[in-house]
C-alpha cells in the first residue's frame, strides 16, 4: 500500500506552504497511507470528528473552537476528544496554537504543523500533492513518446527496433518522455500519468550508437518530463504468410488494461518496406480522428454498403416502369 512519511511530506512542501514544526517531533516517521474504503482527496480535511482525516487541518473556525473547550468550565480533554488516530496535525491562517492541543501532540508523538496561509488552499496543495505521491503505480518496459500531443507507449519483444523508432519520430519534431522502464501512475481513475525514472531521464540506447542523450541532441522540445497515456503501439514480427492473414477491413477496438485503466492499443506488424514512423504518426491522427468521433474504416464500409444498395433500388425502379 503507498505511503509517506510526515517528514517527506514537510521536507517536500515546506516553503511552498510556509510550513514550521511545532510539536510532535518525536511522530516525524509516522506514514500517511492510502485507505481501502476512501479516495486520496479524503487523506486531507478540516478537522471532523466523524469522518477522520489522516491529515488533520485546523482553520479559524476549528481553532476558535478549541480555544472555547480551554476555557471552558467543564474543561473536555483532548484524550476523550480525539478518541481516533492522527497522522499529522497542522494548524493555518498563522493562527495561535492552542496549548492543550500543543500538549496533546507532543504526548502522543503526533506531529503538529503550523502554516501562515488559508487552511483552502493548504488542503488543495497537500490533496494535489498526496494524489501524486501516493499513486498506485507499475513499470511496463518499452518507449514512451509524446507524438501530436499523445503519450504513446511502444511496445514489442526486444530487437524489433523500438528505439530506432523513437529515434526518427524524435527527428521528426515529437518528444521522448522515458525509455526502457517507464513508470505508470494511476493519477485519478481512468487517467495513467507516465514518467520517466531519474536515472534514465534524457536518454535513449540505440543498438550501435549507444546511449544518446536526446536533450543535448535535439534541444530542450525534445523531452517531457511526463505525460498522459493514451496508445499504446504493439510491434510485431511479420512475414509475407502473417501480412495474407490480415483482415485489412476489420473493425476491432483493442485495449490493454494497466491498474485497472482501460488503454487503447494497436498491433502494428514490422516487415521489410515499411515506413514505421509514417504508420505511427498515422495511427495516432487515426486514434485522434476517432476520439472526435470519426472512423475511417467504418466510412468507408457504409459507403462500400450504400453503393451495393444502389443497383437493387435502380432494378426496382425500372422494374416499376
Not at 136 to 165: P, Q, Y
Not at 237 to 245: F, H, I
Request: with cysteine.
Amino acid at each position: 500500500m503507498p505511503s509517506i512519511s510526515v517528514r517527506k511530506l514537510y521536507q517536500d512542501n515546506q516553503h511552498k506552504l510556509q510550513l514550521a514544526w511545532a510539536a510532535g517531533a518525536a511522530g516525524g516517521d509516522n506514514r500517511i497511507a492510502v485507505e481501502a474504503d476512501r479516495p486520496v482527496l479524503a487523506l486531507v480535511g478540516h478537522l471532523n470528528f466523524i469522518h477522520h482525516n489522516q491529515v488533520q487541518v485546523l482553520g479559524i473556525a476549528e481553532v476558535a473552537y478549541l480555544h472555547r473547550l480551554e476555557q471552558a468550565e467543564h474543561h473536555t480533554g483532548l484524550n476523550e476528544l480525539f478518541n481516533f488516530p492522527m497522522t499529522l496535525v497542522i494548524v493555518a491562517n498563522g493562527l495561535p496554537i492552542p496549548q492543550s492541543l500543543r500538549d496533546y501532540c507532543h504526548t502522543h508523538n503526533t506531529p503538529l504543523l503550523t502554516s501562515k496561509l488559508e487552511s483552502p488552499y493548504l488542503m488543495d496543495v497537500l490533496r494535489i500533492y498526496l494524489q501524486r505521491v501516493l499513486a498506485a503505480s507499475t513499470i511496463k518496459h518499452g518507449v514512451f513518446l509524446d507524438v501530436f500531443e499523445i503519450g504513446v507507449l511502444l511496445t514489442g519483444k526486444s530487437g524489433l527496433g523500438k528505439s530506432e523508432l523513437a529515434l526518427e519520430l524524435i527527428s521528426r519534431g515529437h518528444s521522448l518522455v522515458a525509455d526502457d522502464a517507464i513508470e505508470l501512475y494511476r493519477t485519478a481513475p481512468e487517467n495513467l500519468e507516465g514518467r520517466c525514472p531519474p536515472v534514465l531521464r534524457d536518454f535513449l540506447e540505440v543498438r550501435g550508437l549507444g546511449v544518446l542523450n536526446i536533450r543535448h541532441m535535439f534541444g530542450e522540445t525534445a523531452i517531457r518530463p511526463k505525460k498522459t497515456l493514451r496508445l499504446i503501439i504493439n510491434l510485431v514480427l511479420a512475414d509475407d504468410d502473417y501480412m495474407k492473414t490480415l483482415d485489412r477491413l476489420s473493425i476491432r477496438t483493442e485495449t490493454e488494461t494497466i491498474l485497472n485503466v482501460p488503454v487503447r492499443s494497436v498491433t502494428l506488424p514490422v516487415a521489410a518496406g515499411r515506413n514505421l514512423a509514417v504508420l505511427v504518426e498515422a495511427a495516432v491522427r487515426n486514434y485522434i480522428l476517432q476520439r472526435h468521433g470519426k472512423d475511417s474504416t467504418k466510412e468507408f464500409l457504409e459507403r462500400h454498403q450504400s453503393m451495393m444498395n444502389k443497383p437493387e433500388e435502380n432494378s426496382h425502379e425500372n422494374n416499376l416502369d
